[in-house]
């Protein structure tokens, strides 16, 4: 069954801390996204990537780095975690042109606290 | 970049009536379009897929309709139910579908 598993589900991290939040997919999917999700804002991609290997900024990508270093693992990074960086991050697989044809599907969140 | 406009951002509506969304997008080339249910605390769930060919797109309970021309996507879901009650998002992407891109969503309200 098509999967995107986050890790961790929860976490809360100190200004200028570290942060590193995971996604894996088991559905052999090209595109993988991190978005984050915040009351009047909605979904805003922050990056995303076609493949093992690349990493491609979004529409905010300020603070952020992102990691494809497989097909199946996409990570992204808070180098320097602020207080504003308090959000609920969704990982997304998807693969809308393949053979396939999925659009984004999504993990269950991960809910991050900075403080 | 390609901008997303969702409305309305939050709607009311009796049991067995219809509730109606629109997005509207800027990139001509937009190819692939969705919708999303999120229901509270939970995750995004995909209601459709609608290709930039298919202007009429049936579902369970709901229509969504695509208006190249005007750069619409709208989603009716007929006679909705409290069951319905839940957040929507529509979301747009060119042929490639590498960025995938969101309205700022509507949360919908059933009434009993």
């Known amino acids: 069954e098509a999967a995107v598993t986050q890790s961790p589900r929860n976490k809360v991290a100190v200004t200028g801390g570290k942060v590193t939040l995971s996604c894996n997919q088991t559905n052999n999917h090209n595109n993988m996204y991190w978005y984050r999700q915040d009351t009047g804002h909605g979904l805003r991609l922050i990056h995303y990537?076609?493949?093992?290997?690349?990493?491609e900024k979004g529409d905010i990508p300020d603070g952020y780095k992102a990691s494809r270093p497989s097909q199946e693992n996409f990570s992204l990074i808070l180098e320097l975690a602020t207080p504003s960086q308090t959000s609920v991050y969704f990982c997304?697989?998807?693969?809308?042109?393949?053979?396939?044809?999925?659009?984004?599907?999504f993990g269950e969140g991960t809910r991050l606290s900075v403080l | 970049g390609e901008q997303v406009e969702q409305r309305p951002p939050h709607l009311s509506v009796r049991e067995g009536d219809s509730a109606f969304i629109t997005c509207t997008y800027t990139d001509p080339n937009s190819y692939y379009f969705f919708w999303y249910k999120q229901e509270p605390g939970a995750s995004l769930q995909l209601l459709m897929k609608v290709f930039s060919s298919t202007e009429i797109n049936e579902g369970q309970g709901f229509t969504v309709l695509l208006n190249k021309k005007d750069k619409r996507l709208s989603l009716n879901l007929t006679a909705a139910h409290p069951g319905d009650s839940a957040a929507y998002f529509c979301a747009v992407s060119d042929t490639n579908a590498y960025k995938v891109i969101f309205g700022k969503g509507t949360h919908l309200h059933v009434l009993p």
């Open positions: 997304a697989s998807g693969d809308a042109t393949g053979w396939n044809n999925q659009a984004p599907l």
């Open positions: 990537s076609y493949g093992a290997g690349s990493t």
